[in-house]
């Protein structure tokens, strides 16, 4: 039986989610990145953040499809009894991420605009550095 892609998409969101965690992991303690990797990685970033917007619209349309057309209930663990009900909060809440990932989006693009062209010059070791316009 075809999933629909289904199985798939869950494996892509969990690898992101594995994904962001080593990034975490690897930059917790890392003191001599120099700011046009930072840069680097913020575009990254800029770009996962651009493409929330659209995962959570069709995240949306999957509920609103299977709220159409297949037959739903719910399992006696929550208070809500109503899929259909269920399934309205669920998608205010993902447009509401929606417009909080599209602000995202804006503000890591602005980190990455404002950290594009600084030049590092290597580690400051507590010595008075050179003028590098100098000849």
Known sequence: MD????????????????????FNRITMW???????????QLAE?????????????????TLEQALANQVLSMDSMPDESDPSMAIGVARLHLEEARGLAVDLHKHLSAAHNATAHIISQGVDDGQESMNWDQP
């Open 3 to 22: 999933d629909g892609g289904g199985l798939e998409a869950t494996a892509h969101a969990k690898a992101a989610r594995e994904h962001v965690f080593g």
């Open 30 to 40: 890392e003191r001599d990145r120099i700011p046009a990797e930072t840069s680097d």
């Open 45 to 61: 970033f800029a770009d996962i953040a651009a493409a929330f917007p659209q995962a959570f619209s069709q995240l949306s349309s």
